[in-house]
C-alpha cells in the first residue's frame, strides 16, 4: 500500500477540515495515511489575539520525513493570491530534498481555501504545484469526473489544479459537503496513481 501524507497549514481550520477530508479519500484509494502540519510561525501572543486555532491535534512534520512518503499532498489558505508565509517557510527547507532528488517521481497534489470566491484559489494552487514540480514530483489534480464542482445551484470552491474551499470574509463559512467531497475525490485519486507507480 503507498503511504501518503496530506501536509497543511490552516489558520482558522478550514484547511484542516479539508485536510482530514483529504485523508479519508486517500485511504479509501487503499493508502497508508498521516495528517500532518507545518510548525506556526507568527509570534504565540499575534496568533492568539488573531484567534488562529491552536488546537489543532495533526502532528508537526519535519522536511526529512518528507521523502519517506510515496505521495504529498499539499494545503493551505491563500495569501495575496499565494501559500501562506508558514508553508512557504516549510518548502523552502526542501533545498537537501531537492538536490538529491529525493522527492522525483512521487505523487503531489494541492489543495487551498479563500476568503471569497474570486481570491486566489487557482494562483495558490499553482504556487504549491511550482514548489512540487520543481521537486520532481507527479501532479494529480481534481478532474470534473467531480461533476459537483460545476453545480450552480450554489457558490463552491474546486479546480481542476486541486480541491479548495470558501471561508468568507469572517472565516464564518465551512467547508461545504461538495468541497469535501471534492477533496476526497482528489485524496482518493492520489492514492490510486501512487498505488499504480509503487504498487
Known sequence: MPRVLVLYYSTYGHIETMAYAMAEGARAGDAVVDVKRVPETAPQDVA??????????????TVAELE????????TGTRYGRVSS???AFLDQTGGLWARGALNGKVGAAFASTATQHGGQETTLFSIIT???HLG????????????????DEVVGGSPYGATTIAGGDGS??????????????????ARTAGKIFG
Open 68 to 75: 519517506s512518503y510515496d505521495a504529498i499532498i499539499v494545503g
Open 131 to 133: 514548489n512540487l514540480m
Open 48 to 61: 492568539r489575539a488573531g484567534n488562529f486555532k491552536l488546537d489543532q491535534a495533526a502532528p508537526v512534520a
Open 173 to 190: 463559512r465551512q467547508p461545504s459537503e461538495i468541497e469535501l467531497a471534492g477533496a476526497r475525490h482528489q485524496g482518493e485519486l492520489v
Open 86 to 88: 508558514q508553508m512557504a
Open 137 to 152: 514530483m507527479v501532479i494529480v489534480g481534481l478532474p470534473y469526473s467531480h461533476q459537483a464542482m460545476m453545480t450552480l
